[in-house]
């Protein structure tokens, strides 16, 4: 196997290695709240791998599955102004809570919205399929039957995969309960092969709800329930025919889901698991992205700051177990942005680090900007003038929309956050100006000032700040060197001396 492969390309030459063409991919995810980092993780890398194996001419498909027959369990940090329309449905499967905007089909279908929408954004080409529809067309009816009729072998694997002791009543399926519509506090009481009734009772203390007390009849036919998580999980793949899933570290630890999951391929439906790979957790300054408790910046927000190529980028760039701690703030965004464009510009790196960046560059696309956003940011700064910014630096309708979003959420680094107010220069600093020739690059400017300030026994990082303050009127700003290359030394001294 060829060193220095992208994880992407590891995964993808295992799948070719160890499955049957047409390849299948699926992956998942509960739309439970606003879509964050962590949300583009969970469709972003499984295409990633959907796309190495196109481009090596294979067959795939990719199925991303929008679980919404979780049940709403909390109301997130973000919707506590719904709270007293949404908290009466807590326990509910998400596809029967209303949607928070009284528009989409249901609070999961508003926030798969999203997810859906994001998908688009970052060329994402997957199917995506709602969950609660393949359990009313009854494509999970086999696998309910077939978990009761092998009731204790399951609970065997379960509990041997798991590491803990199921309770007596443990049962393969979450009914829905007719009466109040929650899926969190049901339990089977008793179960019929013969025909796939099964007797359930709403009486479950959940913490956050309880149940009603109802007592019912249902039929496996009435497609009104979900199997349990982890066997739900294998279920899904064997229904997909899936070759290969990944998941959060969470579900890939001793015990964890991807364990049982395993071991309900082989030992249960009789066939062999697909491949699995684990990812690392995305954190937002230390602290994992959580939906319900408003920890990290929402992605809705991020893509009108960061375009998706580059967030695209920042992350498949990582080792695929590393934990990432992304930071939207001001300065990282920027850095961010200039990391990608730099990957953009390697021709045929030696560099280990660089060959990592070209390889993720090539996985996720094209950059769509010429001008730098460095410089669209310099220009527009001291021109405030859209015109006079293409004039100099040509096509800039891909970054402008950024900027502008920088400018009006006070997004915009510090050393950028500036206008040109020319204060007249004396002493030293007029000296130096009256020096500068027309004509000179940035980097000869920046090294001019150097030169200056220790030929006349001045502190450099003090004369800086004398120059900054006397163009813009603080003690930092962008590169001296290139502020002053832009403006042009003539049009400084005329302002200045």
Not at 160 to 175: A, E, V, Y
């Amino acid at each position: 196997m060829e060193k220095n492969l992208h994880w992407a390309e590891r995964l993808a030459e295992e799948v070719i290695k160890k499955k049957t063409e047409p390849y299948v991919i699926t992956g998942g995810m509960t739309t439970s709240g606003p879509a964050h980092l962590g949300t583009v993780c969970e469709f972003l890398f499984p295409d990633m791998v959907r796309r190495v194996l196109e481009k090596k001419g294979k067959k795939v498909k990719f199925y991303f599955v929008a679980d919404i027959m979780d049940a709403f369990d909390s109301v997130p940090f973000s919707l506590q102004d719904k709270k007293k329309m949404l908290a009466p449905h807590l326990g509910k499967p998400l596809c029967y809570v209303p949607s928070p905007d009284g528009k989409a089909e249901s609070y999961g279908d508003y926030f798969l919205e999203q997810a859906v929408y994001l998908m688009k954004l970052f060329g994402v080409n997957a199917d995506v399929v709602r969950v609660n529809e393949l359990y009313e067309k009854g494509a999970f009816d086999r696998y309910a039957r077939m978990f009761f009729e092998k009731i204790e072998l399951v609970k065997k694997v379960v509990e041997k995969t798991s590491g803990r002791q199921l309770p007596k009543d443990w049962s393969p399926i979450m009914p829905i309960c007719e009466k109040c519509g929650k899926i969190a506090t049901t339990r089977v009481l008793s179960y019929s092969s013969a025909n796939g009734e099964y007797e359930y009772s709403c009486d479950k203390d959940v913490e956050y709800t309880k149940g009603c007390g109802y007592k019912g009849v249902a039929k496996i036919s009435d497609h009104r329930y979900k199997l349990q998580w982890r066997l739900h999980w294998p279920s899904w793949q064997d229904y997909f025919k899936t070759s290969i899933e990944g998941g959060g570290v969470d579900h890939f630890t001793k015990g964890g889901s991807w364990d049982t999951a395993k071991e309900v391929h082989k030992q249960i439906f009789g066939n062999e698991p697909p491949i699995g790979y684990k990812y690392g957790f995305i954190l937002f300054e230390g602290k994992k992205y959580s939906k319900s408790k408003g920890i990290g910046m929402g992605m809705m927000e991020i893509v009108k700051l960061v375009p998706p190529e580059v967030i695209a980028y920042t992350l498949v760039k990582f080792d695929l177990e590393e934990n990432i701690d992304f930071v939207p703030s001001k300065e990282n965004v920027l850095r961010m942005i200039e990391d990608y464009e730099h990957a953009s510009e390697l021709e045929k790196p030696t560099e280990k680090a660089d060959v990592k960046k070209k390889k993720a560059y090539g996985l996720v696309g094209k950059r769509g900007w010429e001008a730098k956003f460095r410089d669209v940011l310099l220009y527009y700064q001291i021109y405030r003038d859209w015109k006079k910014v293409e004039k100099f630096l040509g096509d800039v309708e891909y970054v402008k929309p950024y900027i502008e979003e920088w400018i009006a959420k006070n997004f915009v680094p510090e050393t950028y956050d500036f206008a040109y107010r020319p204060g007249k220069a004396g002493g030293k600093v007029r000296e130096f100006f009256e020096g500068l020739g027309e004509g000179m690059k940035d980097v000869e400017i920046h090294n001019a000032i150097y030169e200056f300030a220790r030929g006349n026994n001045i502190e450099p990082s003090e004369f800086f700040k004398q120059i900054y303050l006397t163009l813009i009127g603080k003690e930092r700003g962008p590169k001296a060197g290139r502020l002053i290359e832009v403006l042009g030394a003539e049009r400084v001294k005329k302002d200045v001396l």
